[in-house]
């Protein structure tokens, strides 16, 4: 995850799956909850967000990967 960890400053996420045939989400959490999807986002508020990252190919199993990343203000 790149970017300054703070409040209104996008982060981004990335995934190391890049082949052919390969769809990767990502879901922003925090506190359980779902506050964004895609590769990037900006968060409004301090706290611990989780981002997941699924990667789906058509006859192999979905692989996961997750980083949390605390926010200041």
Known sequence: MSGTKSVG???????AWNLAGVTVTYEWRKSGSIVGTGPTFTPES???YTVTATAVRDGYPDGTASETVNVGS
């Open 46 to 48: 301090t706290g611990s």
């Open 9 to 15: 400053h996008q982060l981004t996420a990335s995934s």
